[in-house]
Nanobody, 127 residues
Framework: VQLQASGGGLAQAGGSLSLNCTAS????????MGWYRQAPGNQRESVSF???????NYLESVKGRFTISRDNAKNTVYLRMNALKPEDTAIYYC??????????????????????WGQGTQVTVSS
């Protein structure tokens, strides 16, 4: 199982960027998917998460500006970031709670869930 993130880049303050992250491999089920970020000198913080049923939560500082969504059929989570601020500058990491699929002659089943992380993608917002 692996997560592949894309998107991000450079934007001016007030601009927008989007992030995508797709899970692939032997997947039985995906629970929560979401995004963390880490700015230089800061601890990694949770930005937003979404459940398989669409329940969401957001870091207070991004509420009203960021929107998380997911496509369960594509095992993909999205983060649309509007009204960007310089303080949003960070490396963004996607994470997903995934049950890996195991198959035998008796059939296939899901193992215990584990957190899988994508590679970080840089978001830089200039003032």
């Amino acid at each position: 199982v692996q997560l592949q993130a894309s998107g991000g880049g450079l934007a001016q303050a007030g601009g927008s960027l989007s992030l995508n992250c797709t899970a692939s491999g032997s997947i039985y089920a995906i629970n929560n998917m979401g995004w963390y970020r880490q700015a230089p000198g800061n601890q990694r913080e949770s930005v937003s998460f979404i459940s398989p049923y669409g329940f969401t939560n957001y870091l207070e500082s991004v509420k009203g500006r960021f929107t998380i969504s997911r496509d369960n059929a594509k095992n993909t989570v999205y983060l649309r970031m509007n009204a960007l601020k310089p303080e949003d500058t960070a490396i963004y990491y996607c994470v997903a709670d995934i049950s890996q699929k195991f198959c035998s002659s008796a059939g296939c089943y899901g193992g215990t869930t584990s957190d899988y992380w994508g590679q970080g993608t840089q978001v830089t917002v200039s003032s």
